[in-house]
């Protein structure tokens, strides 16, 4: 049998423990091939809708676990995807990776195909087919309503009971964005019923027009109105869990769609790029997300709160991904029914 001598398997021992601690340091997002062309980039820009508050710490990390400077610039969706277009018509190399809810409404010779280990962990939805983006966090569509004003026993159990309750006329409010959620009534009704259901809706309860998601949760929960007939339920949850009066009551259908991480076609860091994007589908960025009431695209991750999702399981979800063309699509149809009166 071979043996060490003594005073060098002693050192080795001693070793060991310290190795074992560096490799548990490395997070597993790291792409050691990918990791040193990065840093010789320095840097990675990235064009994003989310909250700085949110958004900036948990870029802190990718940071210090790369060495790799990040310059975030944010914005809303449309702001972003319209610098997008303007600079790619001009051939700059100005962005790496973005990360809003309307990454695929860019044209796809604007975006990168690109392939990355931590995808292979994501939720079907999260994937797209032609790996031009994967999945950072989802939305979920119902309505919501103020605990203070309107009681569990009185919520309807459909959104055609919804629009019968003339008592509430004038105090429910909805995005003036919500595209998605209007195209996700359509796919479950067809086009026919669905018509008629929103023009019921609007003729019996006149629904102000809000501006921003998080704002109408916050009127919500502050009893400006007493019912949202939609919005993004993480929103809904991150107001209650602040203590807002507020709560999700979801209907048929559940729309749903994922807000994406894409990489520039023309990255000025494309090693950078590969190794934010990674990182943006990561647990650890999920983990971090969720503490803010985003919802996950990773089954290994724990949504906030955690019953966030089986409140809405007994319901039928319908996936809404919308292209360069659907949005403008489903903005005509949101004004001419809701907008029209």
Known sequence: ?????PMRAALIAAMIPIAAAASAQTPSWILPDVLAAAKAEGSVTI?????????LPVWRIFEDATGVKVQFVRGSDVAINSRIAIEGRAGQKSWDITVTTAVSQNPPQLLEQYDIPEARNLIPIARAADRRWYGHS????????????????DLPTSFADFATRGEWRGRVAIDGTDTQWLAGIFQYYGEEKARALIKSLVANLDPVIADGHLALARSVGAGEYALALNNFIN?????QMNGGPTDVFALDPVSAHVAQVGVSANAPHPNAAL??????VSREAQEHSAKFGRLPV???VTPNPPDALTRIASKTVVPTLFGPEDDRKWKRVFDELLRGR
């Open 1 to 5: 049998m071979f043996r060490l001598a």
């Open 138 to 153: 989802i939305n979920y569509n119902a309505p919501s309503y103020n605990t203070n004003l309107v009681k569990k026993s």
């Open 298 to 300: 990773r089954a290994d």
């Open 47 to 55: 064009y994003s809708s989310v909250n700085e508050g949110e958004a």
């Open 275 to 280: 190794l934010a994007a990674n990182f943006a």
């Open 235 to 239: 929103l809904t949850y991150s107001v």
